[in-house]
């Protein structure tokens, strides 16, 4: 832990806010001098107290290292990657897994003829949202808990694992044994209630970074679910809306930070990163490149009748293609 004292900060002010430091830190060790303050203390010590020591006159900011943030996801206990496996699949060192499916499960016979063909294709996880978070409360909401009736017979029926969004720890009892990777979309990172129930069970997760969220505010959300016990979290970057671009913009960089600085899975959503169906095949391609452990894409059999996210799903043929190219690149990388 950094901290930043105030510039010009009289001598005798500076040596009275070490020791006022020190005392929050009695098995830690307090360097520095009139410019700033090093701690060398144990991570959660350091996060728990780093807001009361920037509330004191004189500190300009504290900067916390990711591993202090979050020392289960980041630190040196995390060092070590794993697979998380969802079903029969890995994802983690060493695999690249595909998580393809419509937007949203419409109804379960075109799910189950979409799901047979993607599995034949290539696909390894199925995905379909039921309960479906948007902004406008004008549009398709999903088709609710039928759904996972619809979810659990396809997934029966073609022997593929199925990844689903949860937006609300009340549909968990419901969609737990039949859902195998939960999802927790864009907005719901910040859904802190959500991110403590799923720490407290054991399912994989997926967790998709928030609007706008910063590596640490992602990694941070990562953190709740793996302080509660649950370490099988696999983190997916989404791309964040941009004011000067027609659709989203994908953070490939993001990404790289993550495979960096964690040892979870890293997925990229070639979907709603990107917008448009015409960005998909180009970003997917790079997803793979980057060393990505899988990508999320969706497909509909007629993207054009797609009740949600139509104009950014691709069909099969197209789904395909993604599949082929990504195997060669990877060979490639
Ligand atoms: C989705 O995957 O269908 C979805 C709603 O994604 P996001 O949370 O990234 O918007
Ligand atoms: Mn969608």
Known sequence: MIIVLRRGLARGRAAALRRRVRRFFPEGCVTGDGESLHVAAPASMAAANAPRIEALVGVERVDLSLSESCPRVCGRAAQRRACVQVGNVPFGPGHYAIIAGPCAVEDAESYLRLARSLKAAGAHVLRGAVFKPRS??????????????????????????????????????????????????????????????????????????????????????????????????ILCER????????????????????????ALPVIVDVSHGTGRRSHVLPIARAAAAIGAHGIMVEVHLRPEASLVDGKQSIDLAEFRRLVREGEAIRKAC
């Open 136 to 233: 406008s409360p004008y549009t398709f909401q999903g088709v609710g808990l039928q759904g996972l009736r619809a979810i659990s017979e396809v997934k029966t029926r073609v022997q593929l694992p199925v990844a689903t969004e949860i937006t609300d720890p009340r549909q968990l009892p419901q969609a737990l044994g039949i859902v195998d990777l939960v999802q927790v979309g864009a907005r719901n990172m910040r859904n802190y209630e959500l991110l403590k129930e799923l720490g407290s069970l054991d399912v994989p997760v997926m967790l998709k970074r928030g609007q706008h969220a910063s590596l640490c505010e992602w990694l941070l959300s990562a953190e709740y679910i793996l302080k509660g016990g649950n370490r099988r979290v």
């Open 239 to 262: 791309g964040d809306a941009a004011a000067t671009h027609a659709g989203p913009v994908i953070d490939l960089n993001m990404a790289v930070s993550a495979l960096q600085n964690t």
